[in-house]
């Protein structure tokens, strides 16, 4: 390893062969966004919203590590922000070194991940640059998105669906050497193709988020969604919530997109939602005090779905968690789905259990999508079926201030932060589909 970022860099901008790339080195160490072990406990006694990760997120130069036989060293041209970047920088609910130390303990190639910093990231594309010598379907030169859900092929557990592997963890959050760097380490069965009509930040934004709401809205491992269904998507202008959108529309099922500005509203009837609540307009206090939750306010959102659409939701797209829960619970349908993924405002959840068991309505885990799903999900966007939601484009060394606003909440759709790509707009080899679609690609842009 003696080579320079900037050759890797000119390489694949000149569109190099993948002999070249395959044969160019690595230098020994790349910049990347990580926390250090020895801040984690930096926020101990502040409020959570105003825990600032520009004070613990650094993009600092790290070595790279060497490469498992089923890895693959990817130049990463763009990466994304996902809230499991805030989760890490914030170091809630948990600090992620813990998951790092656990991980050391199992093996060789686990024992690389136990150091003292975290580099983060669960989203890129870019380009294969070497891969180990168990890696059979791909090589050097191949251009490429990354799936974030990081298995052990050898267990066991990992083979009907990889989501219920006792090992499966999320790469960039619960492994080191993730997206946001100038070069990740991935496992072979992390990488898709990247969509050739998206430049490289636009194709860098959906990996993780278009992957969960895949699984959530679409797979039988999720709500399974028919046509006709209606869906109440929580946080509908957000990173999983824009996708959620989508696949509704898709699906032939009516949303019921929940958003709180009027530029989200606005956003959302781009997409094609006729049903939109503007949570903050309507003043919606589901908790009147910190542990009494307000019942009639659960009525008042059940009846505003009803004027909107005419009758309850089959499915509620949850997320929001505390705030939201006991609504959520409460406005299904007799025999609908709540399907959630995350608990953004607080995990310790209370709901009335009776909406529950007396209207027969299932509450259901979801997290991430297994390999199958997210190359699924992965097709869709190549075949412009589904766009990315990308509003706004940081440098790598601005990643701290993207995390921010995704923390604060003051970003619609998926932000794209550059790691290698001099400038946005560079990648795009299908023209002619990309015209096709430019609308709804730029979509979120648009409203910026
Ligand atoms: P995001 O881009 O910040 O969007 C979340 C949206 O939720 C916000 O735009 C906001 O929309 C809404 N929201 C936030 N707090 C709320 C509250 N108290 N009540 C109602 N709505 C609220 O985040 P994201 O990428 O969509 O992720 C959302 C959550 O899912 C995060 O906790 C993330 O960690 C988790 N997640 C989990 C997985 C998984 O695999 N398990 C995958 C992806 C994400 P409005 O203010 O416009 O209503």
């Given at each position: 390893m003696s080579g320079t970022i900037d050759t890797i860099r000119t390489a694949i901008l000149e569109g190099a062969p993948g002999d070249e790339i395959g044969a160019l080195d690595l230098p020994e160490s790349v910049r990347g966004a990580l926390v250090k072990a020895d801040e984690q406990?930096?926020?101990?006694?502040?409020?959570s919203e105003d825990k600032d990760p520009r004070q613990s997120l650094h993009v600092e130069e790290f070595p790279l590590p060497e490469l498992a036989p089923d890895e693959a060293y990817v130049a990463v041209m763009a990466s994304a922000i996902n809230f499991n970047t805030v989760w890490t920088s914030i170091f809630?609910?948990?600090?992620?070194f813990g998951f790092l130390k656990r991980l050391g303990k199992e093996s060789y190639w686990g024992a690389?991940?136990?150091?003292?910093y975290h580099v983060v990231g669960s989203d890129a594309s870019g380009v294969v640059l070497q891969v180990g010598?168990?890696?059979?379907n791909w090589k050097p030169g191949d251009r490429v998105t990354v799936q974030?859900?990081?298995?052990?092929?050898?267990?066991?557990?990992?083979?009907?669906?990889?989501?219920?592997?006792?090992?499966q963890r999320i790469w960039g959050f619960e492994t080191n050497?993730?997206?946001?760097?100038?070069i990740a380490v991935v496992k072979a069965n992390q990488l898709m193709p990247k969509p050739?009509?998206?430049?490289w930040e636009e194709a860098a934004v959906s990996g993780l988020c278009n992957s969960t709401s895949y699984r959530m809205i679409v797979s039988q491992n999720g709500a399974g969604m028919k046509q006709g269904d209606a869906v109440l998507i929580w946080?509908?202008?957000g990173g999983i919530g824009a996708y959620a959108v989508q696949y509704v529309l898709n699906g032939g099922g009516i949303p019921v997109a929940v958003c709180s500005s009027p530029k989200r509203a606005e956003m959302l009837r781009a997409m094609g939602c006729e049903a939109v609540i503007d949570r903050k307009a309507e003043g919606?206090?589901?908790?009147?005090?910190?542990t009494t939750q307000d019942s009639k306010e659960w009525l008042r959102l059940g009846k505003k779905i009803r004027e909107q659409i005419g009758r309850d939701v089959d499915i509620v797209f949850e997320h929001p968690g505390r705030s939201t829960m006991g609504a959520s619970v409460f406005v299904?349908?007799?025999?609908g789905m709540i399907i959630?993924?995350?608990?953004?405002?607080?995990?310790m959840i209370e709901y009335d259990n009776r909406y529950l068991w007396m209207n027969l309505k299932t509450l259901k885990g979801c997290h991430f999508a297994n390999y199958a799903e997210a190359w699924e999900a992965n097709r869709l966007i190549g075949d412009a079926k589904i766009h990315p939601t990308m509003s706004r484009v940081y440098d790598l060394d601005q990643t701290a201030e993207a995390a921010l606003a995704v923390h604060k909440n003051e970003s619609e759709g998926k932000l794209a932060v550059l790691c290698l790509?001099?400038?946005?707009?560079?990648?795009?080899?299908n023209e002619e589909l990309r015209a096709k679609h430019l609308d709804q690609i730029t979509l979120f842009e648009r409203f910026e």
């Open positions: 406990e930096m926020f101990a006694g502040v409020a809630e609910p948990v600090s992620t690389r991940h136990d150091l003292p010598n168990a890696v059979r974030c859900n990081h298995v052990d092929d050898q267990d066991p557990t990992a083979h009907n669906d990889s989501m219920m592997a006792s090992n050497f993730g997206g946001l760097a100038e050739e009509h998206l430049t946080g509908a202008s919606y206090r589901f908790w009147s005090d910190e299904a349908r007799r025999g959630t993924c995350a608990a953004t405002s607080g995990f790509a001099p400038e946005k707009g560079l990648g795009v080899l």
